[in-house]
């Protein structure tokens, strides 16, 4: 289709896709996500102010604040600033190296602070692969010019993105998202959705979404993808760990064909602050759930990342870092009953496919 056609762009250059190796297919190593601020709950009851667990916006990170920023993690208006974190990041992606790892797909979007030129100094620095990504984040991060174009106008920014370099540079992106859509979906987001479909038939290229915060949600981008000509086959829709819980649900879903996520490994909370009717799984439920998929014959559409997208989940603020699946998920998923075929499936094989431009 293109001179992509069998390789994976990373940000320095088109790659061999057997060079990748291990790979996140949903991470951030340099963003912006003041978008998503939540004040967090006010502390009710008989709790004395002073001993308020509601943290004061100027306080440094501490460890005695690291419990309340896991649970509110969209609280703390400093916490939601990855952009500042580079040799912390850098330090994560050298042992991410040292654990293994050999590739990440970096998600940033128009919208949350994309910054090609950082993560093509991160790739150089420490080897790993890095795949930049394509196209807008959710509606209230779009501008007023975004709002304005076209399906047309919106098609060639992306198709520009990815052929010839995005937000001035000469990088050039490897995939399309993740594409931010709310729930429901807005018009300006399903103009969005239909130009990154018309991108990917024009490219062949990998597309990742961002889903709305409702099991509805995934199979109603879905449909909108299709109906614009999208490849659902090489196209992942992301966060299904916050999304769909029913099984039934799920596999009713998965049939849809496209590339089924769990990226949010590492997450562990009591009331999941965006929609508090959520119960947030913990990881060894995402790896349950896993194990659900591949007896049910999914195994070569499972992903799994992190989705790293705030501070207190770097390794430098005690957090899990970029190598919590390859340290503890994989053992975990080894005495659970899976195959390292099936585990080398998960994080080298299926990454593979979906990121080599057709
Ligand atoms: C950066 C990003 O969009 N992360 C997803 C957060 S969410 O809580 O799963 O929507």
Not at 196 to 208: D, E, H, K, S, Y
């Amino acid at each position: 289709m293109t001179e992509l056609s069998g390789k994976v762009q990373t940000v320095l250059g088109p790659l061999d896709p057997d060079l990748l190796g291990r790979t996140m297919t949903h991470e951030h190593l340099t963003m912006t996500f003041d978008c998503c601020y939540r004040p967090p709950p006010t502390p009710g009851g008989d709790l004395d102010p002073e001993d308020s667990v509601v943290l004061d916006q100027a306080d440094p990170f501490e460890m005695k604040h690291m419990f309340w920023l896991q649970q509110n993690p969209y609280g703390h208006r400093a916490n939601l600033d990855l952009g500042r974190e580079g040799d912390a990041v850098r330090e994560e992606l050298l042992a991410y190296r040292r654990a293994g790892g050999g590739a990440v797909v970096e998600n940033t979007t128009t919208g949350i602070d994309r910054d090609l030129e950082a993560l093509r100094r991160l790739s150089r620095d420490t080897g790993v692969h890095v795949v930049g990504g394509a196209g807008f984040y959710v509606d209230c991060t779009h501008t007023e010019a975004t709002r304005g174009m076209t399906v047309e106008q919106l098609t060639d920014v992306i198709v520009g993105e990815v052929l010839h370099g995005a937000d001035g540079t000469d990088i050039r992106c490897g995939v399309i998202g993740e594409i931010g859509t709310s729930w429901p979906i807005t018009d300006s987001e399903k103009k969005v959705l239909r130009a990154t479909a018309r991108a990917q038939a024009q490219l062949g290229c990998p597309v990742i979404i961002h889903p709305g915060r409702d099991s509805a949600a995934p199979a109603e981008v879905v449909r909108i993808l299709q109906e614009a000509g999208g490849d659902i086959g090489k196209t992942v829709m992301s966060h299904l760990d916050r999304t769909i819980f029913d099984h039934g649900e799920l596999l009713e879903f998965a049939k849809q064909g496209c590339y089924l996520e769990y990226d949010l490994f590492g997450t562990e909370m009591l009331n999941y602050p965006f929609n508090l009717a959520v119960d947030m799984p913990s990881d060894s439920q995402r790896v349950q759930t896993l194990a659900f998929l591949v007896k049910e014959g999914y195994e070569d559409r499972i992903l799994v990342a992190q989705d790293i997208h705030t501070k207190h989940r770097l390794t430098k603020y005690g957090g899990h870092g970029y190598s919590h699946i390859l340290k503890n998920i994989v053992p975990k998923m080894l005495t659970r009953g899976f195959s390292q075929s099936q585990v080398d499936k998960v994080l080298i094989e299926n990454p593979k496919r979906w990121l080599t431009f057709k």
